[in-house]
């Protein structure tokens, strides 16, 4: 797979995206807008959704090896808007704090244990970077003021969400299927379906077999792909659509 981001720098991306987080909460008009990318949620709600999930994976790392997610008390929702920015930005540090105690391999509980990830602090940091990433986009989108991820971030999002998120051992229940995906930035990649789960590596190039679909977009649309934030049709496609669908709604038993 192409080398990862270095520990540093996922603590550096992090830092920034929560700036971006919260420079756009502290404009908002208001903090009931709707975001159109998560739809059962205003702006505070998703605010409130980051804070408790960087409380909750700070405890977890802390805690080290575990069965679960460590239990943790999460600071209430201020009464004024105007201080919700700064327990936003508590939160985060509460977590970069954590992370950099720990450094990056230090086990821990995670939700991926089956897949082609590691069960680190260091893996937990780089799926963090993305889900702040992917929800300050979110946050601009509520707002109006779109932006793409950055181009470190996004290219190192297409690798974590397929190697954390994709890969399993969970057997596909369907034909077995070949699946690429192209970053016009120059990076590849293949994953394999089949009774024996998903299982993701860099595309092996001109000459391989054919792949049942391929899609091509830049990073930042693939990452916004795998979320949700777009759909296939707004990516170049070759091949039946139709795999994409079933990746989608596949939910592995492991």
Known sequence: MEKTLEYADLLRLMDDRATAFQAVVAAAPSLDV????CPEWTLLDLVQHLVE????WAATVAAGPAEGPAAVTVPEVPQDRGDVPAWFAASVRELLDALREAGPDRECWTWWGAS???RTSGAVARHQLQQLAVHTYDAQVA???PQPLPAEVALDGVDEFLTTCCATTGAWPHKPAIVDYHATEGRSWRVWLSADGARVARHPGEGSEPAGVAAWGTADELVKFFYGRITAEQLRVEGDPGIFDQLIAWEPEV
């Not at 999930?53 to 909750?56: A, F, K, L, P, W």
């Open 143 to 145: 707002v109006g003021a």
């Open 53 to 56: 999930g960087r409380y909750r």
């Open 116 to 118: 082609q990830s590691p």
């Open 34 to 37: 709707r975001v159109p990318t």
